[in-house]
């Protein structure tokens, strides 16, 4: 009898065991499912005051200033936003000593797609001299195309203004120019006006 009173035991204990383990499981189990369901947009890096120098062979190519930086990382379409505003200034090798500028107050990077965004009081300045005034821009740095819907007011370098009622698109460097529903007094042999 005291043998079966062991053996009982040892199976009590044993069956016990296994029954926490199965709780334990099934609970983990769960708790994967329930985290796979949270959302993962969520910034990985955050840095505060920014001051960012990109460089191309020892050359400064650009300077990035913003109040705060956020990467989104933990998502399938990483990207990075400034969402305070944002300070560019774009250097060229042909003209160093005199940068591009670009402000505006979001600003948003999708670095696989090279693909960038600018929204709220968008200001460029080219290092020639040209200004223009927008509500938003896009710079597609594959197809290496800026373009905007938004009515596009210009300063050119010699005082004459135009403004691209319906938007405009360029090429990244600005050399090349289309302007949509275009009106004002500009002479400018680059400017391209669809018919």
Request: proline share 3%; glycine share 6%.
């Amino acid at each position: 009898m005291n043998f079966f009173n062991k053996i009982s035991y040892k199976n009590i204990a044993c069956l016990f065991s296994c029954a926490i383990f199965f709780i334990m499981t099934s609970c983990e189990e769960d708790l994967t499912k329930a985290n796979g369901n949270k959302s993962k947009n969520f910034p990985s890096q955050i840095i505060n005051n920014a001051d960012i120098v990109q460089r191309d062979s020892g050359f400064v190519s650009l300077k990035a200033k913003a109040a705060i930086i956020e990467k989104y990382e933990l998502i399938d379409s990483p990207y990075i936003v400034a969402r305070k505003g944002i300070n560019i200034e774009f250097f060229d090798k042909k003209k160093p000593k005199t940068p591009g500028k670009i402000t505006a107050k979001y600003a948003r990077i999708f670095e696989y797609k090279k693909f960038y965004e600018a929204k709220g009081d968008v200001r460029i300045t080219t290092n020639e001299g040209q200004r223009f005034a927008m509500q938003s821009i896009y710079w597609d740095q594959k197809k290496r195309r800026i373009y905007t819907k938004d009515t596009v007011y210009v300063t050119m370098e010699d005082g004459s203004t135009l403004v691209g009622a319906n938007g405009m698109t360029a090429k990244d460097d600005f050399s090349e120019y289309t302007f949509y529903n275009s009106s004002g007094d500009v002479s400018s042999k680059r400017l391209k006006t669809p018919q």
